[in-house]
């Protein structure tokens, strides 16, 4: 379907960066999906398993390069519930048809509704997200004691871990200020770990919190009965996934847009998403979609093309084949550290210095979608909310613009000039301004500062017209735009509104 040779011909890439950017990644990737995986109550290499799939499938398919996905934290809250009540084999049916669903949303084009999500949404979203990344980083500074309960860090091993994370964060800060040769958060991961590994300090490693050897995903047809019941379970949570990711991935990816001034293709980025969570629940593992914390450290490494991707997914099946021994020697402390300084770059400080000069109605909506985003991890609610509560705000703002300007003619007719969109909204402003008892024989409403712009405002014109007729008054309606007379032909068999022919304004006409 896609065309990927022409489309990545498009970006000029330097090798050497997208590599060591890919690598960075991989690295920052693998604390991130082990812990997403625990969470969902599966094993973590079934977390880098569907992290390898859908970062590589997405990479060389998706509708935006430069953007990471994997096994989100996102998703892994969804499905909780699902894997404790029915097992692994109903997550793997419900991912496979989570990915059909976003299959159909990117064909059926409707990856374009991103467009409605206003700015202070999206900086809600993000500023929600920086937080659920930065408080994923303070599980690391837990250990289990010998009863198997959690308790924080104390002493001399908070103190170092504090260390190491400071050191990891003015490596990742400093280095680019001296040289741009290499990514500052791959050389901050490296220095650490050398420094932790060949000084024998005591501290906390990625071996803590599982072990990550094993073998490459399988192919595995999910373990469950063809039957409507399974259809019944698995559905719901399906929908639910798919929305959530494809929310994620879209936002992510208008943020990249912004980010790199460039633009991505939200309708092939949906198909790319789709089929990598098909591919990941036919061969055992869990859904995914773009993870904007890796993407941050993949841009910051400067990694702008697909390469990057594929080298981190390349990258995650490697570390699980043969460098498991290595990769779970990383002190957790340098790979917080590098995702400390991503919350930096991903909270959207400017929302926070335009406070004062913004509408209180954004301001309110950007704070409730932080908050429902970092409270409930629901992204998708947290986005709905926020579109519901800024189109309201915006159909209120309209409702009150609504006015009109009245005169009488020399022939006794009296006119009432119209301005603002009359809707649901602006319906019982616009009939108030009618003096039905006192108007004259002809009365004529003049729409060319307006339009009807849905049902509810047909309806006030037909009770309008009723009113009008009652009194054996005749109403024209003058000056409507061609899609509002089109909007009263669609409703005429439903409701008869009195429009009589004005040739001078060429008026469409219903006799009564």
């Not at 996102?74 to 989570?98: C, D, K, N, R, T």
């Not at 990625?206 to 379970?233: C, E, K, N």
Request: some cysteine.
């Amino acid at each position: 379907m896609f065309q990927v040779l022409p489309y990545l011909a498009q970006y000029k890439v330097n090798v050497k960066n997208e590599i060591l950017a890919g690598l960075t990644t991989a690295l920052a990737l693998v604390p991130e999906v082990v812990a997403f995986a625990l969470l969902a109550h599966i094993s973590p290499l079934v977390g880098i398993g569907s992290a390898f799939i859908i970062c590589l499938i997405t990479s060389v398919f998706g509708g935006r390069p430069g953007m990471i996905s994997g096994a989100a934290g996102s998703v892994a809250v969804v499905i909780v519930s699902l894997v404790v009540q029915h097992g692994v084999e109903y997550l793997f049916a419900a991912v496979a048809l989570m990915g059909v669903i976003q299959v159909m949303i990117g064909l059926l084009r409707f990856g374009k509704f991103i467009r409605l999500v206003p700015q202070p949404v999206v900086y809600g979203f993000v500023n929600g997200l920086a937080v659920i990344i930065f408080m994923a980083q303070l599980e690391q500074f837990k250990v289990r004691d010998a009863t198997g309960a959690e308790q924080w860090l104390t002493g001399t091993p908070l103190l170092l871990m504090l260390g190491l994370v400071a050191l990891t964060m003015a490596i990742v800060y400093f280095l680019p200020k001296l040289t741009k040769a290499v990514p500052a958060s791959l050389t901050a991961i490296v220095v650490v770990s050398a420094l932790v590994i060949l000084g024998g300090l005591n501290t906390k490693s990625v071996g803590d919190i599982a072990s990550i050897a094993g073998g490459l995903p399988q192919f595995h047809v999910p373990q469950v009965p063809l039957a409507w019941h399974t259809l019944a379970v698995v559905f719901p949570y399906a929908v639910i996934m798919a929305l959530v990711g494809l929310t994620e991935s879209l936002l992510t990816l208008t943020v990249v847009d912004e980010m790199t001034d460039t633009r991505g293709h939200g309708n092939q980025d949906c198909v790319a998403q789709g089929l990598a969570n098909i591919t990941s629940g036919l061969f055992g593992g869990m859904g995914g979609c773009a993870m904007i914390g890796q993407t941050m450290v993949n841009l910051e490494s400067r990694g702008r093309g697909r390469l990057s991707g594929v080298v981190a997914a390349v990258a995650l099946a490697l570390f699980v084949v043969a460098g498991s021994g290595l990769i779970e020697r990383l002190p957790l402390a340098a790979l917080v550290g590098v995702m400390f300084m991503v919350v930096l770059g991903t909270f959207e400080w400017a929302s926070l210095r335009i406070l004062r000069r913004m509408p209180l109605t954004d301001v309110l909506v950007m704070l409730l979608v932080t908050l429902v985003t970092a409270v409930s991890q629901n992204l998708a609610l947290a986005v709905l909310l926020g579109v519901v509560v800024s189109a309201l705000a915006f159909a209120w703002e309209n409702a009150k613009r609504i006015r009109a300007r009245k005169y009488v003619d020399a022939a006794g007719a009296k006119h009432y000039e119209i301005y603002g969109p009359l809707f649901f909204g602006s319906v019982q402003a616009f009939t108030d301004k009618f003096e039905v008892q006192a108007d004259p024989t002809n009365v004529v409403i003049d729409f060319r500062e307006s339009r009807v712009a849905d049902m509810s405002g047909i309806d006030a014109l037909h009770k309008l017209t009723e009113r009008y007729q009652r009194l054996g008054k005749t109403l024209h309606l003058r000056h409507l735009s061609p899609d509002c007379r089109q909007l009263l032909q669609n409703a005429g068999a439903l409701i008869e509104v009195n429009i009589l022919e004005d040739p001078e304004y060429r008026v469409a006409t219903d006799a009564g």
